[in-house]
C-alpha cells in the first residue's frame, strides 16, 4: 500500500483555520494549477510521522519494514495503519484478525462518543477514519471466508450505519453473504439498496444465486443469471480459474464494469458463498452452458 495520494493534502487542510468559506475557497483557488507533489512543507506530527513509516514499511523487506512498525508504535501507539499492516503479514485467520482487532479497539476509543454521534454516516469522508474502517472491512471478510457468516454481517451492517454512502463497496460484499443465512427478508431489504444498480454484475449475480437458493432451478433464477452473464461474462471464466486447485488469490485495487479484474473482486468475496450453497457452481456452469 502507498501513501495515498491526497494524505498530504488533507494534512495541509486541516492546518488552516479558516474564518469562512470565502477564506477557503481563496486558499483552495491558491493551489490551482499545483500539482499534490508540489504542496508546501510541512512540520509533520509524531502520529503523521507514524502514518508515513507505515506507508513506507509495504515497499520494504520484511526486515526494514518490521524496523519501520516498532518506529512508527514508538511514535504514536495508537497507529491504527500499523496494525493494518502488521495484519497483512499474518498466515493465518486468527493472527489476521488478532493484529485487527487491535486497529479496531482503537479506533473505537477514538471515534466513539460525540466524535460518532457528530459523524456518524459519513466517516469516509473523513480520511482520519478511513484507517479503522479498513479493518472492519477486512475482519468481515475474513468471518466470511472461514464460515462466521453472521459475524461479517454484523459488522457490514454496523459499516453501512458508519458510512450510508459507502465507499468501500460493502453492500456487494453484505448482499453476498447474506445469500448464505436463512434470512431472506434480510437480503430483500439491502437488494433494495441497491434496487438502481443496473450496471454492476455482482449485484445482478447476487440476485441469481439469492434466487436459486429460494426457488431452485427457476425460469426466474436462470433469467437472473442471464442477465448477470451480459454484465460480464468474465465472471464465469475467472469461477474456472479459481476452481483450479493452483489458483491465487488477486489483489486489484481498481476496475472498470465489465471486465476481467471486475470479475476477480466479484469471487474474491463471493466464492465462499456459492461453495456453501449446495450445488450451485454446477448450475451456473450448466446454466451458462444452455445460453452460449
Not at 16 to 31: H, I, R, S, T
Not at 50 to 59: H, N, S
Not at 60 to 65: D, F
Not at 91 to 115: H, N, S, V, Y
Request: glycine share 4%.
Amino acid at each position: 500500500m502507498q501513501k495515498p495520494l491526497m494524505t498530504d493534502f488533507h494534512r495541509l487542510l486541516a492546518r488552516q483555520k479558516f474564518k469562512d468559506e470565502k477564506e477557503m475557497k481563496a486558499f483552495l483557488d491558491n493551489l490551482t494549477g499545483k500539482s499534490l507533489y508540489d504542496l508546501p512543507e510541512m512540520e509533520l506530527s509524531p502520529q503523521e510521522k507514524a502514518q508515513d513509516l507505515v506507508y513506507e514499511a509495504f515497499q520494504l523487506t520484511p526486515a526494514k519494514a518490521k524496523k519501520n512498525i516498532e518506529k512508527a508504535l514508538a511514535l504514536d501507539a495508537n497507529c491504527i495503519e500499523a496494525y493494518e499492516f502488521l495484519a497483512s503479514r499474518q498466515k493465518t485467520p486468527e493472527k489476521i484478525i488478532e493484529m485487527l482487532d487491535q486497529g479496531i479497539a482503537i479506533g473505537r476509543e477514538m471515534f466513539g462518543g460525540k466524535f460518532l454521534k457528530k459523524n456518524k454516516g459519513k466517516f469516509w469522508g473523513i480520511h482520519e477514519t478511513r484507517p479503522f474502517m479498513r479493518c472492519l472491512f477486512q475482519k468481515a471478510d475474513i468471518f466470511v471466508v472461514i464460515g462466521k457468516i453472521a459475524e461479517g454481517v454484523e459488522i457490514m451492517e454496523e459499516m453501512l450505519k458508519l458510512n450510508d454512502g459507502d465507499n468501500q463497496g460493502v453492500r456487494f460484499s453484505l448482499l453476498s453473504a447474506l445469500i448464505v443465512l436463512n434470512e431472506p427478508d434480510k437480503f430483500r431489504k439491502y437488494n433494495k439498496m441497491v434496487a438502481d444498480d443496473n450496471v454492476s454484475a455482482s449485484v445482478f449475480y447476487s440476485r441469481a444465486l439469492f434466487a436459486y437458493k429460494t426457488e431452485g432451478d427457476s425460469a426466474n433464477a436462470r433469467k437472473l443469471l442471464e442477465k448477470a452473464f451480459e454484465k460480464n461474462p468474465n465472471v464465469v471464466q475467472k469461477l474456472l480459474d479459481i476452481l483450479d486447485e493452483n489458483y491465487k488469490f488477486k489483489n486489484v485495487e481498481h476496475y472498470s464494469l465489465g471486465s476481467p479484474e471486475e470479475a476477480i473482486v466479484y469471487w474474491n468475496y463471493a466464492i465462499f458463498t456459492w461453495k456453501r450453497i449446495e450445488g450451485a457452481i454446477e448450475w451456473l456452469l450448466r446454466t451458462i452452458r444452455q445460453i452460449l
